[in-house]
């Protein structure tokens, strides 16, 4: 069965200085792994996928296999990424239901 | 972006009775939609597939039979919670992709207040 775990529900940085969203995941075939982003009073949206390999606001995820982990990271961390984000999975090779990980609400500090 | 509303955002009705919440593609066609649900201070937890002029598929643990989806058009999606009970209380979301594997859109999501 497919699991996300994101063991951090509150994650505190300073303006300025790196941020790690951790995730890891557990699957037995080969997932896609997102991470979709909510800020305050807004619906989900996707931020990053693992295929696109692209950096979105400055953040960037690297799909690690042998650690079945996606964290997200952004090396100078701004106010306006406070927000909440969620790791997601989904299996059978371009299938759209996701399941997600609870979530990492990540406060910025100016 | 494509959009995606769901309608009411929020609604609050007595115990037994039966509440429906719509789900729009406004500027797309979506084959599937997805139902989630989430709890407070929780995570999102897929409910059902919707898949247009078929049954829906639904997750294991989810009554098929309590909460009825139909996807009627390629941009029309409801879910209707029968008989609604203080414990179904939460917040519902749905989803929809132009395309299957493209980028899903969500919905902003209803809140279901049971009393």
């Known amino acids: 069965a497919q699991r996300v775990t994101q063991p951090e529900k509150l994650l505190s940085v300073f303006k300025g200085a790196p941020v790690e969203l951790k995730c890891n995941y557990s699957y037995s075939g080969s997932p896609e792994l997102f991470w979709y982003v909510q800020y305050s009073r807004q619906r989900l949206q996707l931020l990053l996928r693992?295929?696109s390999r692209e950096s979105i606001k400055g953040f960037t995820a690297d799909l690690n296999k042998g650690e079945t982990s996606f964290h997200l990271k952004k090396p100078f961390a701004q106010e306006e990424d406070s927000a909440m984000y969620y790791c997601?999975?989904?299996?059978?090779?371009?299938?759209?239901?996701?399941?997600f990980g609870t979530g990492t609400r990540l406060t910025v500090i100016p | 972006g494509a959009v995606v509303s769901q309608h009411p955002s929020r609604v609050i009705c007595k115990s037994g009775t039966s509440v429906k919440i719509e789900c729009r593609s406004l500027d797309f066609q979506a084959t599937t939609m997805f139902w989630y649900r989430q709890f407070p201070k929780q995570s999102l937890m897929l409910m059902a597939t919707?898949?247009?002029?078929?049954?829906?598929?639904?997750e294991q643990g989810v009554e098929k039979d309590k909460f009825l989806i139909n996807h009627a058009s390629l941009t029309l999606s409801t879910l209707t919670v029968t008989s609604a009970h203080p414990e179904d209380s939460s917040f519902y979301i749905c989803?929809?992709?132009?395309?299957?594997?493209?980028?899903?859109?969500f919905g902003e999501g209803s809140r279901l207040t049971v009393l």
């Open positions: 693992h295929i």
């Open positions: 989803s929809a992709t132009p395309f299957h594997g493209g980028e899903l859109f």
């Open positions: 997601a999975l989904s299996g059978q090779g371009g299938a759209n239901n996701l399941f």
């Open positions: 919707s898949n247009e002029g078929s049954k829906a598929t639904y």
